[in-house]
């Protein structure tokens, strides 16, 4: 007999881990070894429009656990069915009697599919007498707890926000983190489950999931909880470096400490420049779970006055924990309002606009070609690294739905095809966010100029010149817009693309449109 803890795609670490320590004491308490599950799936996958860039970190990650899997003598099962669909049948019949055991713990995932896939677990395990238990993790939060005074639930983040907030100080026992689980004896290796430990290795590559860059990925983005921490560490305690462009992960450079001036103290200005290294780059691991909100944010609240965790815009601190709750904002309203992870735009009213079709402008846009260098510059950041900042996701998002006009859903399937940290709630919100139809009351006309957005975040260029060479050599304002700043002849010599919509016509296209829902003018 043995317990089973079933690991997910978003809860990919030992420390802090609800199922995982609660299927650790329920072993403890029968006396019974722990066994971990985990389930590569690439028709999932490929559903989902999970990257490579994500799976191959999933993969690094999951081999940094299983030698700390294998110290607490805990076997770290790894099997793999294509078939999503027949995921939570051969769990149950096939996995289940293979382990010997009844007892299965999973954390719960929030999107239509994956409740489904619990739902149908759950119901086969009562039919089979496997008893599934199943925990919220994912967020500090969990969906449902917050609603209005009225007990309705809120779609509006800045007071949903404000209600998070006072929950936190009112139950504290929310951000308490799960204890390490207790390993197995030694013994486990020479019962009934022996086999287990030698059964199954990490694959090195998944087909049709193989990164182009596998080692730079590596560099830039290094697996494991402990490479997460330092990064927290580095954010929370050292000073920014303005003009910092590097590929590599920043934990291969040297760091300032100070923790009067440190990138978090800073991040109110710093999180909305892209020409330095300020925010804490922690998304890949969040979306992962390589490290839980709750870890993150008790760091946080060490630096909150009287240790209290701080919330709100009037500090780096406070805004940085506001930013981290837009995380759980996501994926309560993913949770409370479904049709948002099956494509359907939050706002119904806005779900006729009229999109154009274009090929060509969508892959200029894919390609970083589009002759807007901020936008180019994203887009071909996102296509080494799998990752942007904040501030050029909105922007180039915004692009591509204000300026070219093309449906938001291709938008987001690409970021998630692309992102490392492509995580449905986050990615859904920042694309119903930039094309007006999710839950921000701001309206479809507030539409962002291109041009001075690239001014603001990027004010001396530094970040166009490194991910657009053609640019690189441009000095003062003209690399913002050099088409419109430079002699036609001297342009030509850039070998850089002219820009393939002209921002104030297509503002009045897009105004148009969103006014006159369905109607092509
Ligand atoms: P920090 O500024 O250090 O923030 C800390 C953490 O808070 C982040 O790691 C993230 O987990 C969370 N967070 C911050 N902002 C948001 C937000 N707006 N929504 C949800 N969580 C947030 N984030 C993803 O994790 N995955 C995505 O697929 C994703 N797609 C996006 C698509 C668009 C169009 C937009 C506008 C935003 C998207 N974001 C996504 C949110 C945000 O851009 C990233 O989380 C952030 O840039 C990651 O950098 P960081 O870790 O340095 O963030």
Known sequence: ESVVYW??????RIDDNTALYKASQKAQQLHLPLVVLNILSPGEWKIHDRSSKKIDFLLRNLRDLKPKFDALNIPLYI????????????????????????????NLEYEVD??????????????????????????????????????????????????????LDKEPNLLEMSPLPQGNDPSVRQGPLKDLFDATSVPEDIKGFVPEDKQLLKECWPEGTDAARQLLDRFLHTKARKKQFQLVSPLTEGAEEDDKHSRVREYQDGRNLVDGDNSSRLSPYLALGVISGRMVLNEAAKLGKGKRLESGRDTGVGMWVQEVSWRDFYNHVMAKWPRVSMGRPFLEKFADVQWEINEENLQAWKDGKTGYPIVDAAMRAC????????????????????????DWRLGEKYFME??????????????????????????????????????????????????????????????????????RNEFNKLGYPIPIVDHKQSRERALFRYKNVGQKE
Request: contains cysteine; hydrophobic residues 40%; proline residues 7%.
């Open 7 to 12: 690991m997910r795609m978003e809860d990919v």
């Open 114 to 167: 994956e409740l489904r896939r619990d739902i149908a677990t759950v119901k086969f395990g009562q039919e089979k007498g496997v008893k599934v238990e199943c925990f919220h993790d994912r967020l500090v939060v969990p969906p449902g707890r917050i609603t209005s005074q009225a007990g309705k639930p809120m779609s509006v983040f800045s007071p949903w926000q404000r209600q998070w907030a006072k929950l």
């Open 418 to 487: 692309s992102f490392i940290d492509g995580d449905l709630a986050a990615n859904n919100g920042g694309w119903q966010w930039t094309a007006s139809t999710g839950t921000d009351p701001q309206p479809y006309f507030r539409i962002f100029n291109t041009l001075t957005q690239s001014q603001k975040c990027d004010p001396n260029g530094d970040y166009i010149r490194y991910w657009v060479p053609e640019l690189k050599n441009l000095k003062g304002k003209a690399v913002h817009d050099p088409f419109h700043s430079m002699p």
């Open 383 to 406: 296509k080494a690294r799998g990752w942007m900042e904040n501030r050029v996701r909105m922007v180039s998002a915004c692009f591509l739905v204000k300026s070219l006009l093309l």
């Open 79 to 106: 099997t793999s069915f294509d078939r999503r669909l027949q995921i939570p049948r051969r769990v149950i019949t096939d996995l289940m009697p293979l382990f010997k055991s009844h007892h299965l713990f999973v």
